[in-house]
């Protein structure tokens, strides 16, 4: 837990992806449509096929939450200094003495790794690095508002050997499945948890479980904007997790007051029919899931991506014609600070880009409208976004 940060707060989430339950006869699941190459956007591949074989699991934040409220969200939230407690090492005993408890390791080289990964957590004081701090973080927050527990029994009683079997994230060990737990303890758990997060080195430690880093694969990290959300700016790490089956999924009444296990274009599309909002990394990061319509792709991707690392994508806000977020590799993305406090007016913008410039922005025409601008490949070996408007679907709540 970095105190140090003076404009943002550490925070981790989760993209919890599922295979997704039958569909009944009559109803589909249509992806977007993948847009023509219009200039500014990926040519991408042919058409994606017409059915997910998956499902993300979204929550809507309360409208009483500090920070977008009425938002549909991936399960997640701030980092508490008990995700960096040393009492940690006794519940992963049997990895500690691996490098980051044998969560796989990452090719990219430190110095261009981000801040949130880069920084030395022992010189903070915490004997936890933060690759696996920030996984538990994500695990507390997923127990806490949506009540799936990921966790599995410690690998010195089953034999696992740690980075291998722990690599792939199934519905063994969820809820009543894990240990012969009954929802009913595992409830009174998630009450513990959301009334002190430290409940939660309590519970695995009484449990004998762990919580499962090993099946979260890094996917991106995202700060807030400037002036986007008022005074709350979060430095946040994006997670992601394939299970084989929907969790049983119950939201916390407080926080979260409604869930959604829907296809990442069925998002896309209640969003931009208005239906409701999801903030703009949400929008990218479902932009890019739309790539890979089968979970098998996805799940192979997120482990072997995850080796590169990921770039820090802070969104610089600015006006042209309409409101212009600015990605790193954008032509006009800032080179430093400075650069970044005057880009506020328009004035400071040409009016239009030259021919085969860099682009990679997202405009946003009004709070449902989106339109990313890509040409530029992006690093470590990450998706592109899909780039087109959604045709309708049914769809598939829980409000």
């Known amino acids: 837990m970095n105190t140090a940060l003076k404009h943002w707060k550490e925070a981790a989430t989760l993209i919890l992806v599922a295979g997704h339950r039958p569909v009944p006869d009559g109803l589909s699941r249509t992806p977007l449509a993948v847009a023509g190459s219009n200039r500014g956007r990926s040519p991408g591949p042919p058409p ?10 979204m929550l809507k934040r309360s409208h009483k939450s500090g920070f977008m409220p009425n938002a549909y969200v ?21 990895v500690r003495n691996f490098p980051n408890f044998a969560v796989a390791s990452v090719k990219q080289p430190l110095e261009t790794r981000p801040p949130i990964f880069a920084t ?6 915490s004997p936890i690095p933060g690759e696996v701090a920030f996984r538990i973080c994500a695990l507390r927050e ?13 690998p010195g009683e089953t034999g696992c050997i740690p980075g291998t079997d722990f690599s792939c994230a199934t519905n063994e060990g969820l809820n009543n499945n894990l240990n012969g737990l009954c929802n009913k303890e595992l409830m009174k758990w998630r009450t513990l948890v959301n009334q002190n997060p430290s409940n939660f080195i309590r519970m695995c430690r009484e449990l004998e479980i762990l919580p499962n880093i090993w099946a979260l694969h890094e996917w991106s990290n995202w700060l807030t904007p400037k002036a986007r959300y008022g ?9 992601i997790c394939c299970l084989q ?26 969003f931009h029919a208005k239906k409701f909002w999801i903030a703009p990394p949400q929008y990218y990061e479902l932009s890019r899931m739309c790539r890979l319509p089968r979970m098998s792709d996805l799940h192979k991707f997120s482990i072997q991506r995850a080796q590169e690392g990921c770039e820090q994508y802070l969104p610089v806000v600015v006006q042209k014609e309409q409101s212009m977020s600015l990605l790193p590799g954008d032509r006009l993305y800032p080179r430093s600070t400075s650069e970044d406090a005057k880009m506020n007016k328009s004035t400071d913008l040409p009016q239009e880009d030259p021919p085969d410039c860099g682009l990679h922005r997202m405009l946003l025409l009004d709070s449902y409208t989106i339109n990313i601008q890509i040409n530029i490949t ?21 409000c």
């Open 142 to 154: 997923t127990f806490e508002e949506s009540g799936v527990l990921l966790a599995v029994s410690p």
């Open 231 to 239: 005074s709350r700016r979060y430095d946040t790490v994006f997670f």
């Open 378 to 398: 992006p690093k470590h070996s990450h998706l592109v976004p899909v780039v087109g408007q959604a045709i309708p679907c049914d769809l598939h709540s829980k």
């Open 245 to 270: 089956e929907t969790p049983a999924t119950l939201q916390d009444e407080k926080e979260i007051v409604c869930f959604q296990w829907s296809t990442p274009s069925e998002v896309l599309q209640t």
């Open 74 to 94: 991936f399960p997640g939230g701030t980092v508490d200094s008990s995700d960096f407690s040393s009492e940690w090492l006794d519940i992963f005993k049997h």
């Open 120 to 125: 030395d957590r022992l010189k903070l004081g």
């Open 48 to 57: 994606l096929p017409h059915r997910f074989d998956y499902d993300v699991l």
